[in-house]
């Protein structure tokens, strides 16, 4: 191994480094089974035929009177019908008698209707004329206020398809058919691994020349929010043999994310570890923030090696994580909101490499919130950035920009 500086001698276009990605990348095929509780925002493996209809029988769509329509027909408030009550009917309770001719039955909002009746009228059109009898103060036609058995779904029905992405409504949906388990497509395992002598855990005393790891934990964050299960391992330190174990521990994921080892330095080795256990697809993006970004093949497994600079890290992963992230997990294209402002000040870009940069909207203006690839508040500290393509070097004040909203 050259202990010489080694330049990034020849980025990649943004978009061809995302086009070799997802020729790696593949949808996951393992499955699980989970609660309908366990199941929110997971990804349905199997359609979901219905096996009964919902509702199971013709319901009450209000509190009233179960009648046959017909002894309504021309009912008033000057003229009403007189019908005999021969039932009460709660929900969950079964009609004990049918309503003929001349009949009702009182009953509750979603209690089954009893045989022969064919229409519900609400109670405020009714009054009572003693313990027997009420009086109908208005027409009802046939279906009137009753919900009809399987009006939701009915047997033999696809309800859902696999590829659905779980919510509440769809969980209600399955919930209906009676069931208490989904089979869902696994979570891909996502082995995140910071290098660097200089990185050490939160909540330890900081010596010289040390700082706080920072990546593993806005990678884990992104991760688990598209779909991802982080499995976070203990910091590698710069040498072959601690990377070669770290990778050793980590292939047991299904995809690798290191943070740092991946820039120009003479110490920075991941370029060797992945050349010499797999293959390096890439070396370089023509991208401000997160140019030194590696992707690699090691035994089948993607490894993208990260910036170790916080606001690389944490851009590339968004343009480039998270897009491969979602489609091995299932999940459809992440949806970006946007926002359309001028931009407050004149900004100076790189000709030749894609900027992403980071901006706060104030007083109807984007402001510029970046400050350097180093900076976690470049990120944190900003509602969301502009693209500025590599062709173009100046975004002049006052122009219109979109924003794309974190």
């Not at 920072?214 to 976070?232: D, S």
């Not at 940069?357 to 990120?379: C, E, N, W």
């Amino acid at each position: 191994m050259s202990q010489a500086m080694r330049p990034i001698r020849e980025t990649i276009p943004l978009e061809e480094a995302r086009a070799l990605i997802d020729d790696v990348i593949a949808p996951i095929t393992r499955t699980e089974r989970l609660s309908l509780v366990a199941a929110n925002g997971r990804v349905l493996a199997c359609d979901i035929i219905s096996n009964r209809d919902v509702p199971p029988f013709a319901r009450a769509g209000m509190d009233g009177y179960a009648v046959v329509a017909e002894d309504t027909f021309g009912a008033s408030r000057y003229e009403p019908r007189t019908l005999r009550v021969v039932e009460k009917v709660y929900t969950g309770q079964v009609p004990s008698r049918p309503v003929g001719p001349g009949q009702a039955a009182e009953i509750a909002t979603g209690a089954p209707m009893p045989d022969g009746a064919n229409a519900v009228v609400m109670v405020e059109e009714t009054e009572r004329a003693g313990p027997d009898d009420v009086r109908i103060l208005t027409p009802v036609y046939p279906r009137q206020n009753v919900g009809k058995q399987g009006a939701d779904i009915v047997e033999g029905q696809t309800v859902l398809r696999a590829g659905d992405v779980l919510n509440p409504s769809r969980i209600g949906a399955i919930a209906a058919l009676g069931r208490i388990d989904v089979e869902v497509y696994q979570r891909p395992s996502i082995a995140i691994l910071s290098t660097g002598n200089e990185i050490v855990e939160p909540g330890t005393p900081l010596r010289p020349g040390q700082i706080y790891d920072i990546n593993r934990y806005t990678l884990a964050a992104i991760i688990a929010e598209h779909g991802g299960a982080p499995v976070e391992y203990q910091t590698a330190q710069d040498t072959l043999e601690d990377l070669e174990g770290a990778i050793d521990r980590c292939l047991t994921a299904d995809v690798m994310v290191f943070s740092g080892g991946s820039s120009v330095g003479e110490r920075d080795l991941i370029l060797d570890v992945i050349g010499h256990r797999g293959d390096i697809v890439f070396h370089g993006i023509a991208v401000k923030p997160g140019k030194p970004t590696v992707f690699g093949v090691i035994s089948g497994k993607a490894v993208f090696g990260m910036p170790g600079y916080p606001t690389s890290c944490l851009s590339n992963a968004y343009m480039l994580l998270v897009p491969a992230l979602r489609r091995m997990a299932r999940l459809p294209p992440r949806h970006v909101r946007t926002a359309t402002l001028p931009i407050s000040q004149r900004i100076v870009s790189t000709t030749g490499r894609h900027q992403f940069y980071t901006v706060r909207l104030v007083d109807g203006q984007a402001h510029p919130a970046f400050k350097a690839s180093g900076d976690i508040t470049s990120m944190s500290q900003a509602d969301g950035y502009i693209e500025i393509p590599a062709q173009t070097d100046i975004v002049e004040k006052g122009e219109i920009v979109e924003v794309k909203l974190f």
